[in-house]
């Protein structure tokens, strides 16, 4: 089945509308909704204005209208069958279109921008209120009920009850929750779509998320509480007169239908500031985004020229997050920029590496300012990682975005070529038992000054270095089975991709948990352990006939499991990265 082949061409359409559409479906027409779904993805989609147009057949159109971007009522998804209103080609169309997130104002007016990380800097909240609770239970059984299909058993009618439960969540103000939840449909849709940028690491992440959030709400109080919820809203907040200077520029492509640009900067303080272009598309837009003008100010510098110049800002406005805003009182003229190897942006390459990382793990930017030396590439079962020595380090690049109209990977390859040569990098840390990150930016293999934007300029052999002097010997490269908590994790992201099926079998990880023993970790084992037995347990009624497996106790063993590869990674990451 494909999704994204639709997708791309279709406006986002709002999670309740969705959730909507399918329930009002007879359950014939629910077990047939997949079979639509795919059929839809050989349909072309033609836009006219603010409607894109599908036609089903020579007889049937599907109509979907979103003015402002977006569809937000079931009425704007219109069909010409016999069967409509509540037919299977609009609950169809729906289901095949990208997610659209949550309305809020334009960075245009300096006021807010969408997030689901800050408190509300409302009056901090005793306990949940009742609505809250009951939006918290619907979305754990909503998630418990994917964790029990896997990605293979969770089709577009589990998905709708998942997004039913997201809207329930935002309207009882859980916008945490509910991006959450809308993450792990997204992650769903791109595993089941074959999209290229689908990681199983994102989908455990997001469903591990909204699982957490669903146990903690309801027993949260006071800030605990405040922060359980989160804020639709991001604050953006006077800055004054800013002196910024571009580092590069990366594309951005997501499964959900977003694409555009981000091109981050710097202060002489060292502070990160990011100007981004971001709104619905596909992957012409990820590319294109770069030669678009950035909206700050009147200045008419493309986010490309930019990444390499700088920028001068009066009556500046910033979130949290440090996205510059560019409301009507911001003003912005183009300023000289500087290299790398130049102050003030050389100060991000002073910071030591495992000081970046642990920033980065404690809730920072995640970016990394590394010199470091190529040494060759790794095999691994996801692709080539480039491998680098960083100051006695082993360091693994991996390729920021595995979609073939976005150039990380054939860049990775070439740079492959260029063993020997040192260069200053920008990096996005991967927590995990060994040091891992994602390759954005470089300086040029053979020009020194110039830099490359890994998700937008396309290195060519003639770059490389002809014959690069004295290449180092590749260094040990660590095995996993020096940090074996991988045998942990490998069920954890199993169960989110089989379902709990894949763990039921007896005695399936005995020899794993038993290894984890002998390794000095018995939690991990223990947990290992309660994760079969929860997936494997099944008891019978008076007659000897099974009955349902208990969904409570799985979830509640993965959750355990998932939460704690994720602390025993980042303890280890920090380790490894202090050598």
């Known amino acids: 089945m494909s999704q994204d082949g639709v997708s791309q061409d279709l406006p986002p359409v709002a999670p309740a509308v969705t959730a909507g559409l399918v329930a009002a479906l007879s359950p014939r027409l629910r077990k047939r909704l997949d079979a639509g779904i795919a059929k839809l993805a050989h349909r072309p989609a033609v836009r006219d204005g603010d409607t894109v147009r599908i036609a089903v057949d020579d007889s049937t159109d599907i109509e979907l209208h979103a003015p402002g971007g977006a569809v937000t009522k079931a009425d704007d998804i219109r069909c010409g069958c016999l069967l409509a209103p509540d037919c299977l080609h609009r609950a169809a169309a729906a289901s095949a279109a990208p997610i659209a997130e949550p309305a809020a104002p334009s960075a245009d007016s300096g006021a807010s921008e969408p997030s689901s990380q800050e408190p509300s800097s409302a009056a901090v909240p005793q306990a949940a209120t009742p609505e809250q609770r009951s939006a918290a239970r619907a979305l754990q059984d909503a998630a418990r009920a994917v964790l029990e299909a896997g990605t293979d058993g969770s089709g577009a009618v589990l998905q709708a009850e998942l997004l039913r439960a997201a809207h329930t969540a935002r309207l009882a103000a859980l916008p945490r929750a509910a991006a959450s939840a809308v993450s792990t449909v997204t992650a769903l849709r791109a595993a089941r779509s074959a999209d290229p940028a689908y990681r199983l690491t994102d989908l455990v992440a997001a469903l591990r998320d909204v699982l957490s959030l669903a146990h903690r709400i309801p027993r949260a109080q006071g800030a605990e509480l405040a922060v359980l919820r989160g804020t639709v809203r991001q604050p953006y907040r006077p800055d004054g007169s800013l002196r910024l200077y571009g580092l ?32 619905p ?5 990820a590319v294109g985004a770069a030669d678009r003008a950035v909206r700050v100010g009147e200045t008419a510098l493309t986010h490309r020229e930019l990444s390499r110049a700088g920028l001068a800002v009066s009556g500046a406005t910033v979130s949290p997050a440090g996205r510059l805003g560019a409301g009507a009182g911001v003003r912005a003229v183009r300023a000289s920029g500087a290299g790398w190897r130049e102050a003030p942006l050389d100060r991000l390459w002073a910071v030591p590496a495992a000081e970046q990382v642990g920033r980065a793990l404690s809730g920072g930017h995640g970016l990394l300012f590394l010199e470091l030396t190529l040494a060759g590439v790794v095999r691994e079962a996801t692709g080539d990682c480039l491998l680098a020595d960083c100051g006695g380090v082993v360091l693994r690049l991996a390729a920021a975005h595995d979609h073939p109209a976005l150039p990380h990977r054939d860049n990775l390859r070439l740079l492959a070529a260029a063993r020997g040569s040192r260069l200053r990098v920008v990096a996005r840390l991967t927590p995990g038992p060994c040091p891992r990150a994602q390759l954005l930016a470089t300086e040029h293999p053979t020009d020194p000054g110039s830099r490359v934007d890994v998700g937008l300029d396309r290195l060519q052999h003639a770059d490389l270095p002809v014959a690069p002097a004295a290449p180092p010997t590749a260094p040990a490269v660590p095995t996993p089975d020096e940090a074996p908590i991988h045998l942990l994790r490998r069920r954890v992201q ?19 948990a038993r290894r984890l023993r002998r390794h000095g970790l018995a939690t991990a084992g223990d947990i290992l352990d309660e994760l079969h037995a929860a997936a494997a347990e099944r008891s019978r009624d008076a007659f000897g006939r099974l009955l349902p497996a208990d969904p409570d106790r799985f979830a509640r ?14 303890a280890l990451c920090a380790a490894a990265w202090n050598g």
Request: with cysteine; hydrophobic share 40%.
């Open 494 to 512: 199993q169960a989110a991709s089989g379902g709990r099926r894949v763990l039921s079998f007896p005695g399936n990880g005995s020899a794993d």
């Open 557 to 570: 063993a993965w959750l355990a499991a998932a939460h704690y590869t994720d602390e025993v990674d980042r």
């Open 281 to 285: 598309g596909g992957s012409g837009r």
């Open 248 to 279: 590069f520029c990366e594309p951005v492509l997501t499964a959900s239908g977003y694409a555009g640009a981000v091109t981050w900067t710097a202060d002489a303080e060292g502070r990160l500031y990011q100007v981004s272009d971001v709104a």
